[in-house]
């Protein structure tokens, strides 16, 4: 079947780190992957995508990159700030979406 | 461009009651979606509409749970009767079609069932 599997969290970081969030997936055919972003009471928003093998999704500095070979979608971001401490999602689409089971990330001063 | 529209943003009920939901989709999107989001865990699909038919409602538990799309614009989920393990925030969301990517997520509803 069809499932993603990201890190659990909390991830606690400081202003400026260098973030890393694994996320790994199953699928029977070849999905297109996202990762989505949930800030404090609101809802779901893309932050990037990717629909083919070694393509790159890139937005807000954040970037993850399709790979195929190890079935990976890893979200980095070389510099984090107070403002993107949220839940992370990642998620694949292969006819229907799944979700992992997100990813909170706090970012202190 | 207004975002998917959901209401209402908080319910309270007791156990055996019942309870309803309402979405309105992004203006033109043929695609609509019911997601439950369980503390703590991703959304889970429970329908997928394409305009007003169904597409997928694999994962709906149909002998409480309810959902229409008339017109192919609005829809409603509705639950009768409510159970604990319903407590959940149940998302809406939208898409320009089906074959479309991406997804643009409601606030949610908020259901706590004591």
């Known amino acids: 079947g069809n499932s993603v599997t990201q890190m659990e969290g909390p991830v606690t970081l400081s202003e400026e780190a260098f973030l890393t969030i694994n996320c790994t997936y199953t699928a029977t055919g070849y999905p297109s992957l996202f990762w989505y972003v949930q800030y404090p009471g609101e809802g779901l928003q893309l932050l990037l995508k990717?629909?083919?093998?070694?393509d790159k999704g890139s937005n807000k500095g954040f970037e993850a990159t399709y790979r195929k070979e190890t079935t990976s979608f890893h979200l980095e971001k070389g510099s984090v700030q107070v403002s993107d401490s949220a839940v992370y999602f990642c998620a694949l689409n292969f006819n229907k979406f799944y979700f992992g089971s997100g990813t909170k990330l706090n970012v202190k001063p | 461009e207004a975002g998917v529209a959901q209401s209402p943003r908080y319910k309270i009920i007791e156990k055996r009651q019942s309870v309803a939901f309402w979405c309105n989709p992004i203006?033109?999107?043929?695609?609509l979606y019911w997601y439950q989001q369980i503390l703590g865990q991703g959304p889970k699909l429970l329908i997928q509409f394409q305009n007003n038919g169904v597409v997928d409602d694999s994962q709906l538990p149909k002998d409480r749970f309810s959902a229409e799309r008339l017109k192919g614009v609005d829809s409603t989920l509705k639950i009768q009767p409510a159970k604990l393990e319903d407590s959940a925030v149940y998302l809406c969301?939208?898409?320009?079609?089906?074959?479309?990517?991406?997804?643009?997520f409601g606030p949610g509803t908020r259901l706590t069932v004591l």
């Open positions: 969301a939208s898409s320009l079609a089906r074959e479309s990517d991406t997804q643009y």
């Open positions: 990717a629909t083919k093998a070694d």
């Open positions: 203006s033109g999107h043929a695609t």
